[in-house]
């Protein structure tokens, strides 16, 4: 991806172009002007015409100052999940019960960005509502949608996009051949015949820039006048069809149903089955989903090699690795004849195994070294981990697969950003009824994952429901593990409730619950954290630091980092109230970039709010009262700011009051409103520069009330804080 930057900071997500971008210098002329005229324009055509690619080098031209978001949709299947995809796109992190549109409005109102919406047309209501609200209600945004259909919003303004013009077809073919003109060769009287026969070739393809694609798979191994009698071959055997449908549809279908028959037997069965796929996949997937009757595993890999060299499928470099993607027509040819070969439903159950299997394995390996890689593969894989969880919660004797799939992702939920849709789908499992056997231990999983996700949202009545089922539940089926769960949740309720002698109590037991059924994990370290926690909020501090190094070791035993960042806060407290800043701040940038980097807006914005006290106590009041407003402006997207309670809050008071004597209120607000500006990586990149590094701030208004030059400006030397283990931690 681009790694566009404002101020150190990254900002939009187009990807990098890899391969050449091929004529259409009119259509992106046409397209600019048709964007500074308009704040909606839709690029509309056939299938494989190339509006994806001519909008994203359109929109790579432009440079609002908020930055260009691509938000791909093809992989979206359910209208509920538009409003998702886009808060994904953005790389926003929403831990409260708002809605992801919520989340949008608050994020786009005062930005000035470009959001190119990709393959809008099988979501087109769903998308229209969107962009009719944002559009509405967010004055610097700018859309640039991509389907085959307009979205018949008002002010909407549709850019039609035609195949390629001859001579760009041409060019594209010979481009994608590898070659710089297309000629073989193979007749020495006429050495045009090569470019003559391509440029028919084009002709017969319509100019459509995927048919063309296809076509030029081939050309490594036949002449373009050989591929030309072999596509006229299958023109005659697949013309027709659907008589309704434009020349185009019909020609682009039989391009690749052309590309399709030139495919061996074994490749025309891995396309059918890869078509079960909903987003990119690895070779490890693709090996044990379509294996079998008929394809044998060891001959996977040749077979998915071939229909790449033939641009069936993509490669592209991830952070988890290699990655395989089919072009969604094409993967939509596939599933035709998956379908009409009777194979569908065991290849959706293949599938779904695969992911519950993975699943399984990524909450095991959460709790090792592998804890990035495990996030990055998470995320990742997320477009098939939604469609195999789509397919659980819809297939009655799948109810119990489900609601496993779902709680056995608690750490993606909770620790990667993703609370609001992790509660979508647990929602959901918790609410089928599953054979008792078979789904009892999963229920009640799920019910304690639920619980833990609307606490961290600061929906506690929900919560309690789920803990007082789970807990009802799992003594009268004698499930220790279930029961020590749900006894460690309702601990963390009142620890956030405020109540810390309940909370001391119930954690205490269900550690030594965990220690009696031999259960340590990432759960079982934070359930020492957060008595650790109700120890500080009651005056013990030595105890609570005792408690959490001893995580911290645990931790670096095992490669576990989620869990160690909340041990770190804990410590960066004690160090703030023992006098020592430098340590509190060193923990905390520690604590802080871990979060960011799993997109723990919890553990991001709990940090930052201790920075604040710590900036203050440095002496740097006024950069205390920018992170104050950076904080402020980050809790609407987690919950309940603090959690409500008075424990957590005190820090925040304290500050806050601090840098007020020592500012003034027109000041400190002054300050506070320009943290508030921030996005989130901002906020965090501004949270982790060096005391006494140079910093924007508004300059200070003169007695006339005119702004005085602003400038850098350094930070004062730290005062020695004062207060001491019986004050409350962060």
Known sequence: MRDLRRDGVPHGNLPLEL???VGRATELAGLAGA??????????????????????????????RDGVWRVQLAPVRDEEFVDYAVVEALGLTDHTTRLPRETLLAHLAER???????????????????????????????VLAVGRRPLGVAGERLV??????????????????????????????????????ARELCRRLDGIPLAIELAAGRLGALSPGQVLRRLDDRFR???????????????????????????????????????VFAGPFDLEAAEYVCSGDGLPADEVLDVLSALLAQSVLTREESPAGVRFRMLDTVRAYGADWLEAAGDADRLRRRHRDWYVGLATWCELEWFSPRQGEVAARVNAELPN???????????????HLGQYLAGCLWFHWVGCGRLSEGRHWLEQAVRLDAEPTAGEQPRLKALWVLAYVAILQGDTVPALAALQECRREAERSANPTAVAYAEHRTG???????????????????????????????????????LAMTRAFQGDLPDAVRLCEDVRQVCEDHGERWARGYALYVLAYAAWSEGNPVRARELLADCLGGAHRFRDQLGSVLAVELLALVTVAEGDAAEAAVLQGAAGRMWPSVGLPLFGSAHYNAPHELCEATAREQLGDERYEECARHGARLGRREAVARALRRPGAPAS??????????????????????????????ETAG
């Open 492 to 530: 963390c309720l009142a620890l956030v409730t405020d109540d810390m002698p309940r909370a001391e109590t119930l954690l205490r037991s269900a550690l030594r619950r965990y220690r009696e059924i031999g259960e340590l994990n990432s759960n079982v370290l934070m359930g020492q954290v957060e």
């Open 160 to 197: 039609p996009l035609a195949p390629l013009s001859t001579e760009e077809a041409v060019e594209l073919l010979a481009v994608r051949a590898g070659q710089r003109s297309v000629t073989c060769g193979h007749d020495a009287a006429d050495p045009d015949a090569d470019r003559r026969e």
């Open 35 to 64: 964007l500074d005229a308009a704040r909606l324009v839709t690029v509309t055509g056939p299938g494989g015409v190339g509006k994806s690619r001519l909008a994203a080098r359109a929109a790579g031209r432009r440079s609002p």
């Open 697 to 726: 701030l508004p300059a200070p208004r003169s007695a006339d009330g005119r702004r005085t030059a602003a400038g850098p400006r350094t930070a004062k030397p730290a005062a020695s804080p004062t207060r001491k283990g019986g």
């Open 237 to 275: 055997l697949l013309t027709g069809g659907d008589r309704t449908a434009l020349p185009r549809h019909r020609t682009l279908r039989t391009a690749i149903g052309w590309s399709h028959e030139l495919c061996t037997p074994p490749e025309r069965l891995l396309w059918a089955r890869l078509s």
């Open 19 to 21: 391969d050449a971008f």
């Open 112 to 142: 000035e960005l470009l959001l190119l919406l990709d393959g809008v047309e099988h979501l087109v209501d769903a998308c229209a509502a969107l962009v009719t609200e944002l559009l509405g209600r967010a004055p610097g945004l700018r």
């Open 385 to 399: 981990l939604r469609s195999a969880l789509e397919h659980c919660l819809t297939e009655p004797d799948d109810a």
